[in-house]
T-cell receptor, first 114, second 113 residues
Framework: AQTVTQSQPEMSVQEAETVTLSCTYDTSESDYYLFWYKQPPSRQMILVIRQEAYKQQNATENRFSVNFQKAAKSFSLKISDSQLGDAAMYFCAFSTFSGSRLTFGEGTQLTVNP | ETGVTQSPTHLIKTRGQQVTLRCSSQSGHNTVSWYQQALGQGPQFIFQYYREEENGRGNFPPRFSGLQFPNYSSELNVNALELDDSALYLC????????????FGSGTRLTVV
């Protein structure tokens, strides 16, 4: 069974600064996907970024980038130039390559201070 | 293109009762997955339906059951409600049974008293 751990229940950042959210996972699979999802107060899960384990290059989406360390089973999310609209709960998630279910971590509540 | 719609948004039930939650998938999507998110926790996979057949189930008892209709909308039924069933129930649709390309709904908040 796979597990996903987010060790930071809460994080805060000043507007326009950079913050990094941590995630570790455990799996015996060699091919898998990793995701970061954002859940604002509207409750709808929104995909922030996706990483395929077979890709060595770290994924980037505008101000969001990841640091994927496969050997260490670590998958952190960096948010640059933080904006007030980035405030939300962030979840790290895992899926096997052939599977279709997501395994989520416990989440990190991000506060952005003006 | 419409997104995923869940109904109702909130409801309160009494322990022992039965409840049905509904989900309309995004246009063109043929797969629906259901997740339970207890307060302060991450979502947990309940089950998935692909082309009207159950395609995987998480660690939930049989009193959690589901259905997918020919138009790919879906229902989640929970019998004999327990207090611990109080949670946000999220529905996500996708094109084919793959782990990416999910569109999530805004959930149904169920409170069992």
């Amino acid at each position: 069974a796979q597990t996903v751990t987010q060790s930071q229940p809460e994080m805060s950042v000043q507007e326009a600064e950079t913050v990094t959210l941590s995630c570790t996972y455990d799996t015996s699979e060699s091919d898998y996907y990793l995701f970061w999802y954002k859940q604002p107060p509207s409750r709808q899960m929104i995909l922030v970024i996706r990483q395929e384990a077979y890709k060595q290059q770290n994924a980037t989406e505008n101000r969001f980038s990841v640091n994927f360390q496969k050997a260490a089973k670590s998958f952190s999310l960096k948010i640059s130039d933080s904006q007030l609209g980035d405030a939300a709960m962030y979840f790290c998630a895992f899926s096997t390559f052939s599977g279709s279910r997501l395994t989520f971590g416990e989440g990190t509540q991000l506060t952005v201070n003006p | 293109e419409t997104g995923v719609t869940q109904s109702p948004t909130h409801l309160i039930k009494t322990r022992g009762q039965q409840v049905t939650l509904r989900c309309s998938s995004q246009s063109g999507h043929n797969t629906v997955s259901w997740y339970q998110q207890a307060l302060g926790q991450g979502p947990q996979f309940i089950f998935q339906y692909y082309r009207e057949e159950e395609n995987g189930r998480g660690n939930f008892p049989p009193r959690f059951s589901g259905l997918q209709f020919p138009n790919y909308s879906s229902e989640l039924n929970v019998n004999a409600l327990e207090l611990d069933d109080s949670a946000l129930y999220l529905c996500a649709s996708s094109l084919h049974a793959v782990p990416y390309g999910y569109t999530f709904g805004s959930g149904t908040r169920l409170t069992v008293v």
